[in-house]
RNA sequence: CGGGACGUAGCUCAGCCUGGUAGAGCACUUGGUUUGGGACCAAGACGUCGCAGGUUCAAAUCCUGUCGUCCCGACCA
């Protein structure tokens, strides 16, 4: 491609709605351009990249067996009310209405769709595994889209679906799509790590999220060096003790608190009651019914962990109002051992098991209750890990301290089970004739996140550092001067030319520029190799190889194209 | 959905407080000089100051509303 002829617009100054370095980079490098909020234009030096990624995962998932597929886009809506997620997932879900008012769905996922299908198709174990993905644009009506194609309104995902005739098989095809995921983040050149992960509203029993360490990224992993346990902060537990249990006081005592209603307030003075002696009693409400999620005074409660145990459509955090409809009281006095309908669901924290010499709000503004000893003062509860881990707890494995860092979540693998198939009637007569659910796994990868993550992992103070697997070009050919009969350009074509006809991914800066402003855009935009070629060094029959961010070699102009080709099949193996 | 900030040329921004001729740098056009790390000189083109109301002799500037963008939060009682 001759650089004149295409359209990179390059940008020295980065677009002031740009916050994180790679999505500055992606309009910088001329890769992108923004319609509006979440909604991005690739260009073509971008789509090249997305189309690399693409093409790597394509090929991974072909190795590991999965058929390539494509999906509608625009859903209809009952197989989406069959499954309960019409409702579950309604807050991420774009609907559209056609001339006569019914209601359609952009797709944000094709779990109801590939069930459908399969339900259709099915019919034998004989025709199982199987494994359907594709590679299509997804719609989600984001809470808050941000950081350019982190997390956007419309993105491209491959999404998978594997149907299997038994638990054990689908284990296989999960850890089939758990090593193809290794390999395809590997291959883009990428630093990533499997996490443990929650199910969340897809639902199923196993998850692992990888992840691409990055301060910029929206998830808090929890890790164990030594033994390798590695989890999503929503789901990460750890082997810290439980309350020390103490000397049991008296029986209950109400005192008067007026003005606190909050845990630091109360564990400062005149009442002094340490914050690990306090139970924190927050309120939710469950389909409309109140539920009490209790963890220790210093702890934090893991809302994830609360919404998969309470299991419910609709889950939030109730209103000060609505406590004191459920409670008789305003929040800051709240407690679950006065005062509780039968009818409220009480949650409480494994930490706090054995636990007495408690404090707690009593239901009544004002007033908090001392001495209470949970498992004798709080009846019905049900035991939980609700708590969210922290940095240098005990591993729950091995012991040692767990780790926390920030990161990109890039894909996900679930093992579904059977709760699709079940409901959309995905069923197949197995061996013994009997009819039982497909079951079945899901598998996701954030295409346009990823090639962001790669962006934000791989770059220097110049730009971006391609690695040579996703770069939009492998090598980009500098002449510093395009006069037509000159020397320099005559050897550039020939180079470019050569290399072209070798297969090799090749762009010519034809522009009639500045060298300084062609070497500033070939650093922008990152491409692995620059050949440079100009009049000193021609005239000792030399042009430049400059990998990018390495040093200048020179290299005898008859053999630069033997050159490039090495340097690109060594830099290919060094990823493979 | 709540809080905050911001909307002025393609991009980055100044001007707004204290109302009175629409600005700079970069990019763009033309000509010339340059040519190994984002050149220089000269001339030029480019704006309903997000939009709609209001106040005023007069609004980019003050007021109200609205739309959009970005950031933080949306659990920790």
Request: glycine share 8%; proline share 5%; charged share 25%.
């Amino acid at each position: 491609m001759r650089w004149s002829q295409y359209f990179i617009p390059t940008l020295k100054e980065s677009p002031a709605d740009a916050e994180i370095l790679s999505h500055k980079l992606l309009l910088r490098a001329g890769l992108v351009r923004k319609l509006t909020g979440g909604l991005y234009t690739f260009l073509p030096l971008g789509l090249r990249v997305l189309r690399k990624i693409e093409n790597i995962i394509r090929e991974e998932m072909n190795r590991a067996g999965a058929i390539e597929v494509l999906m509608p886009a625009l859903q209809p809506t009952d197989i989406w009310q069959k499954t309960g997620r019409y409702e579950t997932a309604s807050d991420v879900l774009y609907k559209a209405r056609d001339r006569s008012n019914k209601e359609w769905i952009l797709s944000p996922t094709a779990e109801e769709v590939i069930t459908t299908l399969a339900a259709g198709e099915i019919s034998s174990y004989r025709q199982m595994p199987v494994n359907f993905y594709q590679v299509s644009v997804k719609f989600r009506d984001e809470l808050r889209p941000r950081f350019g194609l982190m997390r956007a309104k419309e993105f491209i995902m491959k999404d998978a679906y594997s149907f299997d005739a038994s638990d054990e098989d689908a284990m296989a095809s999960y850890q089939r799509m758990y090593g193809a995921y290794a390999r395809i983040f590997n291959r883009c050149g990428l630093r990533n790590f499997p996490v443990e992960a929650d199910t969340g509203v897809i639902g199923g029993n196993l998850s692992h999220e990888f992840m691409v360490p990055a301060e910029t990224g929206e998830n808090d992993v929890v890790y164990c060096e030594p033994c390798g346990y590695a989890a999503n902060i929503e789901k990460a537990t750890s082997g810290i003790p439980k309350t020390a249990a103490r000397e049991i006081g008296a029986g209950i005592e109400k005192f008067a608190t007026p003005g606190v209603v909050t845990i630091e307030a109360l564990s400062k003075p005149p009442f002094s009651v340490p914050a690990n002696r306090q139970i924190k009693t927050l309120v939710y409400l469950a389909d409309s019914q109140p539920v009490l999620a209790l963890v220790r005074g210093d702890d934090q409660l893991n809302e994830t962990k609360l919404m998969a145990r309470i299991g419910a459509a609709a889950v939030r955090p109730a209103t000060p109002e609505e406590c004191v409809a459920a409670l008789g009281a305003r929040p800051g006095s709240l407690g679950a051992v006065a005062n509780v309908p039968s009818s409220v669901k009480v949650l409480v924290d494994e930490r706090l098991r054995g636990a007495n010499d408690m404090t707690t709000g009593a239901n009544e503004d004002g007033f908090h209750l001392r001495n209470v000893s949970i498992e004798r003062d709080i009846k019905a509860a049900e035991w939980f890990d609700l708590r969210t881990v922290t940095k240098g707890e005990p591993c729950a494995k091995c012991g040692q301290p767990l780790k926390m860092q920030r990161a990109i979540e890039v894909g996900h693998v679930f093992k579904l089970g059977t709760k699709y198939s079940e409901k959309l009637h995905a069923c197949f007569l197995d061996a013994d004739g009997k009819s039982k659910p497909c079951v079945m796994g899901c598998y996701g990868i954030g295409v346009t996140r990823t090639m962001q993550a790669v962006i934000e992992q791989c770059n220097d103070k110049d730009g971006i550092v391609w690695p040579l697997a996703v770069a939009p070009y492998a090598v980009c050919i500098t002449p510093l001067s395009v006069a037509k009969d000159s020397a320099v350009m005559q050897t550039a074509e020939k180079v470019y030319t050569e290399l072209k006809d070798a297969g090799i991914e090749v762009i010519l800066d034809d522009r009639d520029d500045r060298p300084g402003v062609k070497f500033k855009d070939a650093d922008l935009v990152g491409f692995p190799l620059r050949v440079s070629i100009g009049e000193k060094s021609l005239a000792k029959g030399e042009v430049e190889l400059k990998p990018r961010g390495g040093a200048i070699t020179f290299v005898k102009a008859g053999d630069a194209v033997a050159k490039v080709r090495e340097f690109l099949v060594a830099r290919a193996s060094e990823t493979a």
